[in-house]
């Protein structure tokens, strides 16, 4: 089993930075990618970014990109995500998320909010 605790939410200004933060413990070395998803109100869990724990291999969806850049540090288990230009629209909960091998994201964190408003 993997447990995943984010950390690193809070409110920022339209054109601000914010970096999450994800611990990965447990069996890390059984994972084989983390990645971030996010949750705005009444709407549905969307992906965002994605990265290989081996290969450090990257995906982003289309609205984050060229704006949030998704990081990994294997030796301290914890993967990144460095949020730029945020606009009102990211304004979401942000999970973070485990897989092994070829499974779907199995284990999720608790979320951090994170608010873009002035």
């Known amino acids: 089993q993997v447990q995943v605790v984010e950390s690193g939410g809070g409110l920022v200004q339209p054109g601000g930075s914010l970096r999450l933060s994800c611990a990965a413990s447990?069996?890390?070395?059984?994972?084989?990618?983390m990645a971030w998803f996010r949750q705005a109100p009444g709407k549905e869990r969307e992906f965002v970014a994605s990265?290989?724990?081996?290969?450090?291999?990257?995906s982003y969806t289309d609205s984050v990109k060229g704006r949030y850049t998704i990081s990994r540090d294997n030796a301290k288990n914890t993967v990144y995500l460095q949020m730029n230009s945020l606009k009102p629209e990211d304004t979401a909960v942000y999970y973070c998320?485990?897989?092994?091998?070829?499974?779907?994201?199995?284990?999720w964190g608790q979320g951090t909010e994170v608010t873009v408003s002035s």
């Open positions: 990265i290989t724990w081996r290969g450090g291999l990257t």
């Open positions: 447990g069996r890390t070395f059984t994972m084989s990618a």
């Open positions: 998320a485990a897989k092994i091998g070829t499974r779907t994201y199995e284990y």
